[in-house]
Nanobody, 122 residues
């Protein structure tokens, strides 16, 4: 397995912005999508956003209009820009490559990451 290179976590004041990045070598050539998840203390993991290889995106209602997911195909990197952050955005954020539309397990099974802590202070 290959380790994801994750960065950007930290502490931000309510109303502020933070951008997370997640690099997965081979992401672009394998046509992997990418999901972002988060898990707050004592709560179940929550899906946040998804970007497909073709750039199409989806968002959880809780972040729609505030978060933007994007990808740099050259760098095999996906970003999660978080604006107008709220205390309830505080969580451990993680990225996870997703299979392309035609399936296959390489994207899902070839990477691992530790996640990033994001804290929003009020």
């Amino acid at each position: 397995q290959v380790q994801l290179v994750e960065s950007g976590g930290g502490t931000v004041q309510a109303g502020g912005s933070l951008t997370l990045s997640c690099t997965a070598p081979g992401l672009t050539s394998a046509k992997c999508g990418m999901d972002w998840y988060r898990q707050a203390a004592g709560k179940p993991r929550e899906w946040v956003s998804f970007i497909a290889a073709d750039g199409s995106t989806t968002y959880a209602d809780s972040v729609k209009g505030r978060f933007t997911i994007s990808r740099d195909k050259v760098k095999d990197t996906v970003y999660l820009q978080m604006n107008s952050m709220k205390a309830e955005d505080t969580a451990m954020y993680s990225c996870k490559p997703a299979s392309p539309p035609w399936g296959g397990s390489w994207c899902r099974n070839n990477f691992w990451g530790q996640g990033m802590e994001v804290t929003v202070s009020s």
